[in-house]
């Protein structure tokens, strides 16, 4: 780890506040650590974390987890995940690709609990 010689009232972290106030214009931001999908729940409009911040700043859509999962398992889906974004499979497509792909592996990748905590959120 480095040191951050931060001015004062710096702390180093983004907060979703924050995030919210920036200028993004982007079409994709993936989220792969675990519980990236967390945040407060406010009446009458949903979950305000990461990925609503990154909507209200301008990005298009955010992939994110809903709970704990393995490096392994988060790296594996990531990685085909991309692969097919890289092949030219829109974003959407290319999640339910890789989500199915997992199930037809069978064994313990069919299970839901090491593909469904990847969602999407955006337009």
């Known amino acids: 780890m480095g040191q951050v010689n931060n001015p004062p009232g ?15 214009k982007s079409d994709l931001m993936v989220l792969s650590a675990s519980e990236t999908g967390v945040g407060k729940v406010v009446s009458g409009e949903g979950v305000m974390g990461l990925p609503y911040a990154f909507y209200v700043a301008g990005n298009k859509n955010t992939i994110f987890t809903l709970w704990t999962i393995s490096d392994e398992i988060r790296t594996q889906f990531i990685t085909e995940f991309f692969s097919k974004l890289k092949a030219g499979v829109g974003v959407v497509k290319a999640l339910t690709a890789t989500k199915r792909e997992f199930i037809q592996k069978g064994g313990r990748y069919s299970h839901p609990a090491y593909w469904a905590a990847f969602v999407l959120y955006g337009v």
Do not use: S
């Not at 710096?10 to 106030?21: I, K, R």
């Open 10 to 24: 710096v702390d180093g972290y983004v907060t979703a506040a924050e995030w919210a106030g920036y200028d993004l």
